[in-house]
């Protein structure tokens, strides 16, 4: 850091015009260029940046450009003005324009009236007319030298500085310092004002500020407004020898913190993604403006294009995002250099919001939280509540779920506040979590299937096993898999209990055997085996033996009668 970086800024200095952009801000840090016959006045304010001293500018009669004989010093490079007579508009000032032989411009200015003083944060103005910029310079930037005296705290009334520095009382006074520049951006005015240039957008204008969203694309139409019987087609230039001197447009998006610039569009950080394209145009940028509340992107055309009455050109920005606050925001288009125009800006309200509706083509769709509703309502990543509301539908209802998790694949999970009661998978699974978990109704239940006949209607397992305990057929049998059937006073049918049966034997029913004395494995009828042992005869190993009375049942010639035993 140099020295003179080190002092103190005595002065700030702003040059603006009575005209006046989109936003109905006065243009300022502007330099016009050369327009014989407008009359424009440019106006110079000088603030008192110091916090505790005041400044004093001592008269003086005339500008010269000697030291002591000006107040200020303005510099521009070689061609940066147009060789025209300079004067200020009032008594309080006096100017002296000096062209050097370099092509450099000296302009002094002296105040002289009497002494004024300019107390912190309070400001001078003079208004100057005849400072223009060059023709050579449209498309660039003018840069302004300001510099000045030192400002000393006077010896006495007769001290002969022209700036005198009145400190708090006690205080040695600041060391200031005497220059700054001031980047002045050439602004043509010679065209007509009433360009037919439109800007709109596409659908949605809606940049949605939810944080898991995806970007948002919007999409601006570049129309000409004229009417087809005008013939007045605009042309963008562009020039290859000269690309300065090529048409341009400037895309402008406000940018700040959400708790300095809630009214932003959005951060920095997070708007420099956009990306803008615009056919047969070259996009440059982003760049941060100058007072830092503006991301700009600058286009220029690779050729010569043109808009015909009622024809569009059209510009999108994608990839674009933000978490600042609800709420309207504004893209500034900027457009210069077009043959035959002033240059000029359009504001386009954007809106910060959850809410977006769909673009061209879905335009009948919302999306909540979502960039590209597909649906007539796109819910993304939320939660809809209704305090003591309904759900209504004149017809039937369809609950379609997408999505697959790694638990089990849930498809939907009902709660009681952070209590899980129940989940659905998308394998068709209901599963109740609570204990003791009911199904009631207040009439009797139906329960229905399409199962052809034959098939398995329901079946009843413990959790994650594969065989079933229980299964329900399409013909009403009821059939245990596992276990016996039980009433209050035991199992209906135990083990071991021998009826007479008069169907056609053997074979026995399922789940019985012939009681004729023969073996049978252990392992086949395990709890059999166990009830009988040994009563009825040995076995071989492994086997067990069950009682033969096949000529104990009582029958009837032709008319077979047999005893069975439950396995």
Not at 305 to 320: G, Q, W
Not at 331 to 343: C, F, M, N, T, V
């Given at each position: 850091?140099?020295?003179?970086?080190?002092?103190k800024?005595?002065?700030?200095?702003?040059?603006s015009?009575?005209?006046?952009?989109?936003?109905?801000e006065?243009?300022?840090?502007?330099?016009?260029l050369?327009?014989?016959?407008?009359?424009?006045?440019?106006?110079l304010?000088?603030?008192?940046?110091?916090?505790?001293?005041?400044?004093v500018?001592?008269?003086?009669?005339?500008?010269?450009?000697?030291?002591?004989a000006?107040?200020?010093?303005?510099?521009?490079?070689?061609?940066?003005?147009?060789?025209?007579e300079?004067?200020?508009?009032?008594?309080?000032?006096d100017?002296?324009?000096?062209?050097r032989e370099?092509?450099s411009?000296?302009?002094y200015?002296?105040?002289?009236s009497p002494?004024?003083?300019?107390?912190?944060?309070?400001?001078?103005?003079?208004?100057?007319?005849?400072?223009?910029?060059?023709p050579?310079?449209?498309?660039?930037?003018v840069?302004?030298?300001?510099?000045?005296?030192?400002?000393?705290?006077?010896?006495?009334?007769?001290?002969?500085?022209?700036?005198?520095?009145?400190p708090?009382?006690?205080s040695?006074?600041?060391?200031?310092?005497?220059?700054?520049?001031?980047?002045?951006?050439v602004?043509?005015?010679?065209?007509?004002?009433?360009?037919?240039?439109?800007?709109?957008f596409?659908?949605s204008?809606?940049?949605?500020?939810?944080?898991?969203?995806?970007?948002?694309?919007?999409?601006?139409?570049?129309?000409?407004?004229?009417?087809?019987?005008?013939?007045?087609?605009l042309r963008?230039?562009?020039?290859?020898s000269?690309?300065?001197?090529?048409?341009?447009?400037?895309?402008?998006?406000?940018?700040g913190?959400?708790e300095?610039?809630?009214?932003?569009?959005?951060s920095?950080?997070?708007?420099?993604?956009t990306?803008?394209t615009?056919a047969?145009?070259?996009?440059s940028?982003?760049t941060?403006?100058?007072?830092?509340?503006?991301?700009?992107?600058?286009?220029?055309?690779?050729?010569?294009?043109?808009?015909?009455?009622?024809e569009?050109l059209?510009?999108?920005?994608?990839?674009?995002?933000?978490?600042?606050?609800s709420?309207?925001?504004?893209?500034?288009?900027?457009?210069?250099?077009?043959?035959?125009?002033?240059?000029?800006?359009i504001l386009?309200?954007?809106?910060k919001?959850?809410?977006?509706f769909?673009?061209?083509?879905?335009?009948?769709?919302?999306?909540?939280?979502?960039?590209?509703?597909?649906?007539?309502?796109?819910?993304?990543?939320?939660?809809?509540?209704?305090?003591?509301?309904?759900?209504?539908?004149?017809?039937?209802?369809?609950?379609?779920?997408?999505?697959?998790?790694?638990?089990?694949?849930?498809?939907?999970?009902?709660?009681h506040?952070?209590?899980?009661?129940m989940?659905?998978?998308?394998?068709?699974k209901?599963r109740l979590?609570?204990?003791y978990?009911?199904?009631?109704?207040?009439?009797?239940l139906t329960?229905?299937?399409?199962?052809?006949?034959?098939?398995?209607v329901?079946?009843?397992?413990?959790?994650?096993?594969?065989v079933?305990?229980?299964?329900?057929r399409?013909?009403?049998?009821?059939r245990?898999?596992?276990?016996?059937?039980?009433?209050?006073?035991?199992?209906?049918?135990?083990v071991?209990?021998?009826?007479?049966?008069?169907?056609?034997?053997p074979?026995a029913?399922?789940?019985?055997l012939m009681?004729?004395?023969a073996e049978?494995?252990?392992?086949d009828?395990?709890?059999?085996?166990?009830?009988?042992?040994?009563?009825?005869g040995?076995?071989?190993?492994?086997k067990?033996?069950v009682p033969?009375?096949s000529?104990s049942?009582p029958?009837?010639?032709n008319?077979?009668?047999?005893?069975?035993?439950?396995?």
């Amino acid at each position: 850091m140099t020295e003179e970086t080190n002092k103190k800024m005595p002065f700030g200095f702003e040059v603006s015009y009575e005209l006046f952009n989109a936003r109905g801000e006065r243009l300022r840090n502007t330099l016009l260029l050369e327009n014989p016959g407008a009359g424009h006045t440019l106006r110079l304010d000088i603030v008192n940046l110091l916090t505790d001293e005041a400044i004093v500018l001592r008269q003086r009669p005339t500008a010269g450009e000697v030291l002591g004989a000006h107040h200020f010093r303005l510099r521009f490079a070689a061609g940066a003005l147009a060789a025209r007579e300079t004067r200020v508009v009032g008594a309080d000032w006096d100017i002296r324009r000096v062209d050097r032989e370099d092509g450099s411009t000296d302009v002094y200015l002296a105040w002289r009236s009497p002494d004024v003083r300019i107390a912190p944060g309070d400001r001078l103005m003079l208004l100057v007319q005849g400072l223009y910029a060059s023709p050579e310079a449209a498309g660039t930037e003018v840069i302004m030298d300001l510099s000045w005296p030192a400002l000393v705290v006077p010896e006495g009334p007769d001290d002969p500085n022209v700036f005198h520095l009145v400190p708090p009382e006690g205080s040695a006074g600041s060391d200031c310092a005497l220059a700054q520049q001031l980047a002045l951006g050439v602004r043509d005015r010679r065209g007509r004002p009433d360009i037919p240039l439109r800007a709109h957008f596409e659908g949605s204008n809606q940049v949605i500020n939810y944080p898991t969203t995806p970007n948002t694309t919007l999409t601006l139409r570049l129309v000409n407004s004229a009417s087809p019987q005008s013939q007045e087609i605009l042309r963008f230039h562009h020039d290859p020898s000269d690309p300065a001197k090529s048409s341009r447009l400037v895309v402008a998006l406000p940018v700040g913190t959400v708790e300095a610039q809630p009214w932003a569009l959005g951060s920095e950080s997070l708007l420099e993604r956009t990306k803008i394209t615009l056919a047969d145009w070259t996009v440059s940028g982003p760049t941060l403006n100058a007072d830092g509340d503006l991301l700009e992107w600058e286009l220029t055309p690779t050729k010569d294009v043109t808009i015909a009455p009622r024809e569009s050109l059209t510009l999108t920005l994608s990839d674009m995002a933000t978490l600042h606050p609800s709420g309207t925001a504004y893209l500034e288009l900027r457009y210069s250099a077009i043959p035959g125009y002033s240059d000029g800006e359009i504001l386009c309200p954007i809106e910060k919001s959850p809410l977006r509706f769909g673009r061209s083509g879905t335009h009948d769709n919302v999306g909540i939280a979502h960039a590209e509703p597909s649906a007539v309502l796109h819910l993304h990543r939320g939660d809809m509540r209704i305090d003591t509301g309904e759900i209504q539908h004149g017809n039937w209802f369809i609950f379609r779920a997408f999505y697959r998790t790694l638990d089990d694949n849930h498809i939907a999970q009902f709660f009681h506040q952070d209590e899980l009661l129940m989940t659905l998978s998308r394998l068709g699974k209901l599963r109740l979590h609570a204990p003791y978990s009911e199904l009631q109704s207040a009439h009797s239940l139906t329960f229905r299937s399409d199962v052809t006949e034959g098939d398995t209607v329901a079946r009843f397992l413990n959790q994650n096993a594969a065989v079933p305990l229980m299964e329900l057929r399409a013909d009403g049998t009821l059939r245990l898999l596992s276990g016996r059937f039980k009433d209050d006073t035991g199992f209906v049918v135990p083990v071991g209990t021998v009826v007479a049966y008069a169907g056609t034997a053997p074979p026995a029913p399922e789940g019985w055997l012939m009681c004729d004395g023969a073996e049978h494995d252990s392992k086949d009828h395990q709890e059999l085996s166990d009830l009988l042992g040994t009563i009825y005869g040995d076995a071989g190993e492994g086997k067990f033996r069950v009682p033969d009375l096949s000529t104990s049942a009582p029958a009837q010639p032709n008319q077979p009668l047999h005893y069975i035993i439950k396995a």
